[in-house]
């Protein structure tokens, strides 16, 4: 099937920063937290509290720009790949593959597989 880059796009605006997921697969199956940050080009995604790996840094080394001021082993939250990860419903908990609707209005909105209700988030960021 062929697929262009506008569809794997629209498809990455699935979740966002601040939704609740779990993890499905790997080794934090089954863990909860919220969606830090997307990476669209990767097909990744970084939960809150989820994936935890440890980084080795030493005083004095640059990190994006930024000066490391003290080294030592720092925890942070690794990427883990979209699909390992669903939605949580905030109405009924469950996991869910939400789907698309579009109100009367024309509005976009997610839709809780389980119990139809509408999900909506405040977007932090609409546009990246
Ligand atoms: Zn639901």
């Known amino acids: 099937m062929?697929?262009?880059?506008?569809?794997?796009?629209?498809r990455w605006l699935d979740l966002a920063p601040g939704d609740p997921v779990i993890v499905i697969a790997g080794k934090d199956k089954g863990k909860q937290g919220e969606v830090l940050r997307t990476i669209p080009d990767q097909h990744k995604i970084v939960v809150?509290?989820?994936?935890?790996?440890?980084?080795?840094?030493?005083?004095?080394q640059r990190r994006r720009g930024v000066q490391v001021a003290q080294g030592g082993i720092v925890d942070f939250e690794a990427p883990l790949d979209y699909s390992n990860v669903m939605l949580v419903?905030?109405?009924?908990?469950?996991?869910?593959?939400?789907?698309?609707?579009?109100?009367?209005?024309?509005?976009?909105?997610?839709?809780?597989?389980?119990?139809?209700?509408?999900?909506e988030r405040v977007r932090k960021t609409e546009a990246q």
Do not use: F, M, W
């Open 48 to 60: 809150k509290g989820v994936n935890i790996l440890k980084r080795h840094e030493k005083a004095g």
């Open 2 to 10: 062929l697929r262009n880059k506008e569809q794997d796009k629209r």
């Open 89 to 119: 419903c905030p109405h009924c908990g469950r996991p869910t593959r939400a789907k698309h609707t579009v109100l009367e209005s024309g509005a976009r909105v997610l839709v809780c597989r389980h119990c139809g209700e509408p999900y």
